[in-house]
């Protein structure tokens, strides 16, 4: 079976840092991109950053230059360190990642969410 565990995440005060990591297990392999999606209430999801297994990054501009991700390939793990946090940051951030599973269709690939982790800025 095939996790994604978020962790990190709760309440921040505006101009506030929050970390955020995700860790992967199971039967899956060639994890690329890995990245982190929010969803505030009553709005779609929306993607915040990915990073590639070579370390290329996207953001959203809304978060740039106060995001930033990163990723341990050897833990399969994800990082998203979040400063200058505004009241607009406000909302349920899901884990994502793209692999290949084992025993799966040689080739294909298969998306993978987590279950998501609140993060809440607020004074």
């Known amino acids: 079976q095939v996790q994604l565990v978020e962790s990190g995440g709760g309440l921040a005060q505006p101009g506030g840092s929050l970390g955020l990591s995700c860790a992967a297990s199971g039967a899956i392999f060639n994890i690329d991109p890995m990245g982190w999606y929010r969803q505030a209430p009553g709005k779609q999801r929306e993607l915040v950053a990915t990073?590639?297994?070579?370390?290329?990054?996207n953001y959203a501009d809304s978060v740039k230059g106060r995001f930033t991700i990163s990723r341990d390939n050897a833990k399969n793990t994800m990082y998203l360190q979040m400063n200058s946090l505004k009241p607009e940051d406000t909302a349920l951030y899901y884990c994502?990642?793209?692999?290949?599973?084992?025993?799966?269709?040689?080739?294909?690939?298969?998306?993978?969410w987590g279950q998501g982790t609140q993060v809440t800025v607020s004074s």
């Open positions: 990073i590639t297994s070579g370390g290329m990054r």
């Open positions: 994502y990642c793209n692999a290949e599973k084992i025993g799966g269709s040689r080739g294909y690939r298969y998306a993978y």
